[in-house]
């Protein structure tokens, strides 16, 4: 009797993807991430495995990296090969298989209506299937920040933009038009974001208390100052932990005094922004 892959941890950074199962043909990655309006993360290799016809209680956004996809969705056949983004809405039947006899490789991100709300699940139901580079594009770069504990902020403004954008896809006669960067609320964003340097905040907290929507905020914020949010606060974080390693700190104290979630999350961003570990940064003075 086959046993059941059982769900391993999230990928770390610069993991492409789960090892295949020998024995199964199949591997497959899930968790839950602390980022609002993900319901879950999926990650999954299936050389042979077909869903049954199924329904989710949540919004299905689908991206395969290897491999060809084949679907029926309201009893209408379609497909996804690896340059196109699939929508699939809740409550509408659906099954899936392979169109290659290699199988798949997929990612998919399980969103709640925080995002989507039930009033576009008949423009999906008619078009679920997307060719946009760009959504393609994001959509993977949201899924890295997501494997990256402590980039949460990156991960939901990343979220907000994609929201957005597949909203212009079910509905663009109902977007709002492009309004100039709100340099008072820009500011008043990075006072925020200075106060809240070492303990950070959720986007969609900061949107609340400015009385805006988080795209906005990310706008706004982006349109003054040439850079997200997300970065912004990182970069803070970098020149604090810099002071800290410099006055003698060893780099696991510095990265919990500076915000970072651990020290592999201080080390990723240090050299990234620096081009040095913390730790030859410190030996250096």
Same mark, same amino acid.
């Given at each position: 009797?086959?046993?059941?892959? +059982? ?13 295949? $199962?020998?024995?199964?043909? +199949? ?14 993360? #999926? ?17 299905? =956004? ?11 969705? $309201? ?6 090969? !690896? ?9 509408? @039947? ?9 199988? #798949? ?5 399980? =969103?709640?209506? !925080?995002?989507?709300?039930? !009033? ?5 139901? $008619? ?18 920040? =997501? ?36 340099? %008072? ?8 974001? $200075? ?25 706004? /914020?982006?349109?003054? /100052? ?19 390693? =410099?006055?003698?700190?060893? @780099? ?7 915000? #970072? ?15 040095? %570990? @913390?730790?030859?940064?410190?030996? !250096?003075?």
């Amino acid at each position: 009797m086959a046993t059941e892959p +059982q769900p391993s941890a999230p990928p770390q950074a610069g993991v492409p993807h789960p090892p295949l $199962d020998a024995a199964s043909g +199949q591997h497959i990655t899930a968790w839950r991430p602390q980022v609002a309006g993900v319901v879950e993360v #999926f990650h999954a290799r299936f050389t042979e495995h077909a869903y049954p016809m199924h329904v989710h209680d949540a919004w299905a =956004l689908l991206i395969v990296d290897e491999g060809a996809v084949r679907y029926d969705l $309201d009893r209408h056949e379609h497909g996804i090969p !690896s340059d196109t983004v699939s929508l699939l809405p809740p409550d509408v @039947p659906h099954n899936g298989s392979a169109a290659t006899p290699q199988g #798949f490789r997929k990612r998919v991100l399980y =969103l709640d209506e !925080s995002h989507l709300d039930r !009033s576009l699940i008949g423009a999906a139901v $008619d078009s679920p299937d997307l060719r946009d580079p760009v959504l393609r594009r994001r959509i993977g770069q949201l899924h890295t920040a =997501l494997g990256r504990p402590g980039d949460e902020l990156e991960a939901a403004s990343r979220l907000a933009l994609i929201g957005e954008r597949l909203r212009g896809h079910l509905r663009p006669r109902l977007l709002p038009a492009t309004r100039p960067a709100d340099r %008072t609320l820009a500011h008043r964003l990075r006072e925020l974001l $200075d106060a809240r340097q070492v303990e950070g905040i959720a986007l969609d907290e900061a949107a609340r208390q400015f009385g805006v929507h988080s795209t906005h905020l990310i706008r706004a /914020f982006s349109g003054a /100052f040439g850079i997200a949010p997300h970065q912004y606060l990182m970069s803070r974080r970098i020149d604090h932990a810099r002071r800290l390693l =410099l006055a003698g700190h060893p @780099p696991g104290e510095t990265a919990v005094a500076a915000g #970072f979630y651990d020290q592999p999350h201080l080390t990723r961003h240090f050299k990234r922004v620096v081009g040095t %570990t @913390p730790g030859r940064y410190a030996r !250096s003075r």
